[in-house]
């Protein structure tokens, strides 16, 4: 089976290159070069502070305004009514508990007492309404339209709030666990308005941090909030550096520059393990790799060629020779490792029974098809789109790549499924709810990019979850809606993506969320 | 003279009404839908339709470009997509950092630069002649973030002597000048030593050895002084390169200036960001030259009026 590996490890000449210049720099640590611990940053005065690099900085630290990459910053200084746990679980946050009324579509809050906000003021269901009433009623929030499920939220009493849904939602509490949804102080919103709101929202947050100062393209700086509700943290302060260069990144903290590195390059893994006192964590993103078909035409359109075209890639060998061992093989075409996701016998690389299963379907001497991608997007597109061409063209389907740009990529995907037979699309999936996800992605009604994918068995287990106000026969809905579609395989799972972040040993206590934010409550220095 | 620095000035408006247009149009042609990195990935088809309709982003392009020019002329840049912060304000909060690198580079680039062309031009093929020439073959083939990079692992990591990137006192400014300024100083050390070698051979310097006169004053008073005028053009032509430089060392070294501005806006599509920087650099670019045109009449008069 390895001689397909030679197909893909032709990398094009800007791939080499890149390696060429990667490789001896991220080399020179190894080079007998000793590591100084030698600290640049100001420790100021006997604060503990925590010093992280992020590649990504947020276009706004309004929760309501911003779209991320969050990374640190949101959770340390906001808070949802529903808060979740590693696995994405909803569980109580600002809200204590909740139930659902005989209607199915009221809900009932009970809020936790004696919150404050960072400037003092208490935290009631009047801040809930006002939080949601910004949402709701002007055009400050960039998901609004996600919200419009949302009808109304009373304010009953000081520490009780209702909300009323259009239709029945069982997922709302997941969705008000989302970030997006978080509580701000209306109060100074509205003072400030929301363009100072964005950058400066001081004293707006409940969380266990609270801001200092956002110097764009440069820093946040974040103090212990000392009157938070729950345990306080253990560091003083917060420094989040933004560092768009992974290798600048990496210097960083080889340097002692920062404590926390996030997503150093995959190969500049070895030399910061190599050093003895930083420590790499590879953790599950809610991400996979996809290739969706049009399964609405021939030749997509028969179960046995789908299935067929999953066996006849080899995961293990894609993450080892391309993505330097950071990733897994998919097991579920639900988000990767959330409550509610279920996982399946992955389809194991198996030329032979994929070739068999394209005899069976009609294919014996496979067939024509192509793959749009857009190149750049993520470390390894290239070469996984390749990599897809090599392993089908070894069952005798023979793959047309072609790059697009995101506007066609988008475009093209709008289109009825009908107009575009033979295609298929590299993208990337994943998002923080197993309902919202399977909904997008594989309900007929979906407004998202047609692959034409309708199957009256997936429709009828998704909607009946949608309105099932027991967890666990929702649990079981989602699960059986899961099954389904691992099997019908509408998509190929290439692989599912990891992330990685580097740290030094003398830190511990960060939470890493598969949707990559990050939970710093609990972290300390030693 | 003052007819002279007026026709010029007058002669820029068009070329950057020309800029303005390929600066607007460009980040337009380039594709990539603003919407989605308005709303996020996540973001459902209805949310992009509400967010293409509220930035306008479905207006034809002519009447998106007109309305845009008009803003500018008045000094309104639009607003950033992203941040929703205004542009102007985006650019005044970044300019320090990088007018900081771009001069120290400059001022780097020619102390180093020009000495080094001169030591090669008096003793041309000896020793520091090599060393020199050797140094800006490396200096122009060497990638800037190739540089900065290299920097990094050995001032920063490994000696630890200074700090590998960020923004703030002198110290931070230290490797990402020397690493924006090593084409520049490898430029201008060939173009002086050329220049140089070539006025050395002159007949007016002949004469001027020949009259008896110590080769330190004839190096000074004749070679130099008209060796020097195409350093001059150089220096214009290099200041462009240094602000595009800056947008990879800005980049390497994490600093909040407009390079990084630039690399980012692009990344998310944010047009009225990229368009915003490329104007301003543009205008840069073409004051800089007006200046350097306006330097090189003072100091030979030979060209006086021309142009």
């Given at each position: 089976m390895k001689t397909s590996h030679l197909a893909f490890q032709e990398t094009s000449r800007r791939q080499l290159v890149k390696h060429a210049i990667a490789l001896p720099v991220a080399g020179l640590p190894l080079l007998g070069l000793s590591h100084q611990q030698k600290s640049w940053a100001a420790q100021s005065g006997d604060l503990i502070t925590l010093r992280v690099a992020d590649g990504q900085e947020p276009n706004s630290i309004d929760p309501h305004q911003g779209t991320g990459p969050f990374g640190i910053v949101i959770y340390s200084m906001f808070e949802t009514l529903v808060a979740v746990t590693e696995e994405l679980e909803p569980v109580p946050g600002l809200a204590t508990g909740w139930q659902i009324e005989d209607d199915s579509l009221t809900w009932t809050f009970h809020l936790k007492e004696g919150v404050t906000f960072h400037d003092g003021s208490p935290f009631t269901s009047e801040s809930v309404k006002g939080s949601f009433d910004r949402i709701l009623n002007t055009d400050i929030h960039i998901r609004k339209g996600s919200f419009s499920i949302i009808e109304e939220v009373i304010a009953e009493a000081p520490y009780v709030v209702k909300f009323r849904t259009t239709s029945p939602y069982s997922e709302l509490p997941a969705f008000l666990?989302?970030?997006?949804?978080a509580i701000i102080n209306p109060v100074i919103a509205e003072n400030l308005g929301p363009e100072e709101f964005s950058v400066r929202p001081v004293g707006a947050g409940t969380g266990p941090f609270r801001l200092v100062e956002w110097v764009p393209n440069d820093h946040i700086t974040m103090d212990r909030f000392d009157d938070y509700h729950n345990d306080r943290a253990a560091v003083d302060q917060v420094i989040v550096r933004f560092v768009p260069e992974a290798s600048s990144r990496e210097a960083m903290i080889l340097a002692g520059e920062v404590d926390v590195a996030m997503s150093p390059s995959p190969q500049g893994l070895e030399s910061l393990r190599n050093t003895g006192d930083i420590s790499v964590v590879v953790y599950n993103t809610v991400t996979s790799v996809t290739s969706e078909l049009e399964v609405a035409s021939p030749p997509f359109n028969q179960r046995e060629v789908r299935q067929a075209l999953n066996y006849a890639i080899d995961s293990q060998g894609i993450i080892s020779s391309i993505m330097a061992d950071i990733g897994t093989e998919t097991t579920t075409p639900g988000p990767v490792g959330l409550w509610g996701t279920a996982n399946f016998e992955p389809y194991t690389y198996d030329p032979t029974k994929a070739r068999e299963l394209l005899v069976s379907a009609g294919y014996p001497d496979g067939f024509d098809c192509s793959l749009r991608y857009v190149s750049g997007r993520w470390a390894g597109d290239d070469q996984v789109a390749q990599a897809i061409q090599a392993y089908w063209s070894q069952i005798g389907v023979r793959l047309t790549l072609q790059q697009v740009d995101l506007a066609t990529q988008i475009e093209m995907g709008n289109r009825p499924s009908e107009e575009t037979p033979g295609w298929t699309s590299l993208q990337t999936r994943g998002s923080s709810s197993v309902g919202y996800h399977l909904d997008r992605l594989f309900h007929s009604n979906s407004a998202l990019p047609a692959t034409g994918y309708k199957n009256d068995e997936v429709d009828q287990l998704l909607d009946a979850a949608r309105s099932s106000f027991d967890e666990d026969e929702r649990l079981a809905l989602y699960e059986a809606a899961q099954e389904v579609i691992w099997e019908d395989a509408p998509f190929v799972w290439p692989f599912s993506v990891q992330g990685t972040l580097a740290h030094r040993n003398n830190i511990s206590g960060l939470v890493i969320l598969p949707n990559l934010d990050v939970l710093l409550h609990n972290v300390s220095i030693s | 003279m003052t007819g002279f620095i007026v026709r010029r000035i007058l002669a820029m408006i068009p070329l950057l009404i020309i800029v303005s247009i390929f600066v607007f149009s460009i980040m337009q042609l380039a594709g990539g839908n603003a919407a989605l990195v308005i709303g996020g990935?996540?973001?459902?088809q209805e949310e992009l339709a509400q967010i293409t309709e509220r930035y306008g982003l479905n207006r034809p392009m002519h009447e998106q470009y007109r309305t845009w020019l008009t803003n500018a002329v008045q000094g309104d840049l639009g607003q950033s997509l992203l941040t929703r912060r205004p542009v102007t304000e985006e650019i005044r909060t970044r300019i320090l950092p990088t007018a900081e690198l771009a001069f120290t580079a400059m001022a780097i680039a020619l102390l180093v630069g020009v000495l080094m062309g001169i030591m090669s031009a008096r003793r041309p093929n000896s020793l520091i002649d090599n060393i020199c020439m050797l140094f800006s073959f490396i200096g122009v083939a060497m990638p800037v973030f190739g540089i900065g990079l290299a920097l990094i692992y050995f001032?920063?990591?490994?000696?630890?002597?200074?700090?590998t990137g960020g923004a703030g006192g002198l110290r931070y400014l230290v490797l990402p000048a020397i690493t924006l300024s090593v084409s520049s100083i490898a430029i201008l050390a060939r173009m002086t030593r050329s220049s140089t070698l070539d006025v050395i051979r002159h007949d007016y310097v002949r004469t001027a050895r020949a009259k008896g006169l110590a080769e330190g004053p004839v190096f000074r008073g004749h070679v130099l002084r008209n060796g020097l005028i195409p350093v001059i053009t150089v220096v214009g032509l290099e200041f462009g390169s240094l602000l595009s430089g800056a947008v990879i060392t800005e980049t390497v070294f994490s600093r909040p200036g407009i390079g990084r501005l630039l690399v980012e806006g692009i990344r998310s599509r944010d047009y009225p960001v990229v368009q915003g920087v490329l104007l301003l650099l543009a205008v840069v670019c073409v004051t800089v030259n007006l200046i350097v045109d306006i330097v090189y009449m003072l100091v030979d008069p030979r060209i006086q009026g021309v142009g």
């Open positions: 666990g989302e970030r997006s949804a | 990935t996540d973001a459902t001032l920063g990591v490994h000696l630890g002597w200074l700090p």
